[in-house]
């Protein structure tokens, strides 16, 4: 295992106790609007809310970060002698 992918690791896991802390404190109920989009309020408990708004952003980085292919040719180019 590189050093670039076990901080990648601690790094999620990080974030994800802190989003177990947030399920565990914040209970209360929230509203959420978004008129263009959405016609009535959405009223979840925060928990809930924060673990929605963390999966768009991880859908949406993977997304942004998947494909793209190798960067460099694989394919060594003939020497003229």
Known sequence: MNAKLFLKTVFLIIILLLLVLMGMYNKE?????LPPLLKKSIKQPAAIMYFAFFAVGVLSGTIL?????SKGSSKSKPSSK
Not at 29 to 33: G, K, R
Not at 65 to 69: K, S
């Open 65 to 69: 970060t998947a494909g793209g292919g």
């Open 29 to 33: 109920s929230v509203s959420f609007m």
